[in-house]
């Protein structure tokens, strides 16, 4: 779960940096949509495994 925590971490500080063309923006904001929307699936599917497992993890509430 590190690794997730920590992509997602990273995730915006790349999309903040200025792009030069609006249009590159806008594709790069589509794929940012796309992993975010990825990655939250794949915590979701974990943090239901965990708790089918009866395991609570606190890393996984990351949508705060």
Same mark, same amino acid.
């Given at each position: /779960?590190? =690794?997730? !925590? ?6 915006? #500080? ?17 794929? /940012?949509? =796309?992993? !975010? ?6 915590? #979701? ?20």
């Amino acid at each position: /779960m590190v =690794k997730v !925590e920590s992509f997602i971490e990273l995730g915006p #500080r790349k999309t903040s940096s200025s792009l030069p063309n609006p249009k590159r923006r806008a594709m790069v904001g589509k794929t /940012m949509r =796309k992993m !975010e929307i990825a990655t939250v699936a794949i915590v #979701r599917i974990v943090a239901r495994g965990n708790h089918l497992m009866g395991i609570r993890s606190p890393t996984i509430d990351l949508r705060g």
